[in-house]
């Protein structure tokens, strides 16, 4: 039973822009804190946004900051990844997460996740 799900990957030029979408449950979207994450084959999966219920300005990392933007519409129970001045190396599937079982803290580590997406392809090129 898959609780986030995950939308709008796909295949774009060097220097253009996607959003991601991800749609929870209202299980999985009440979490305290949710966030994408990006993965390329043979690599660690990668810490990208995370943006806190109730407070807290959202993290981006140092890698994206100032191209991708993460946001949420609590009406709709979806999380997005807005993308823009793609590179090469922002090919990755791409997942998102919530945290539900506890607070969160600061940016959640891998393992603070209890649920992920499915994942969604972004090619660049």
């Known amino acids: 039973d898959v609780q986030l799900v995950e939308s709008g990957g796909g295949s774009v030029q060097t220097g253009g822009s996607l959003s991601l979408s991800c749609v929870g449950s209202?299980?999985?979207?009440?979490?305290?804190?949710m966030g994408w994450w990006r993965q390329e084959p043979g690599k660690q999966r990668e810490n990208i946004a995370a943006?806190?219920?109730?407070?807290?300005?959202?993290y981006v990392a140092a890698s994206v900051k100032g191209r991708f933007l993460i946001s949420q519409d609590n009406a709709k129970n979806t999380l997005y990844l807005h993308m823009s001045s793609l590179r090469p190396e922002d090919t990755a599937m791409y997942y998102c997460?919530?945290?539900?079982?506890?607070?969160?803290?600061?940016?959640?580590?891998?393992?603070?996740?209890?649920?992920w997406g499915l994942g969604t392809q972004v090619t660049v090129s």
């Open positions: 997460a919530s945290r539900t079982k506890g607070p969160c803290g600061g940016v959640p580590s891998i393992v603070e996740y209890d649920y």
């Open positions: 209202p299980t999985t979207y009440s979490g305290s804190c």
């Open positions: 943006i806190f219920r109730g407070s807290g300005s959202p």
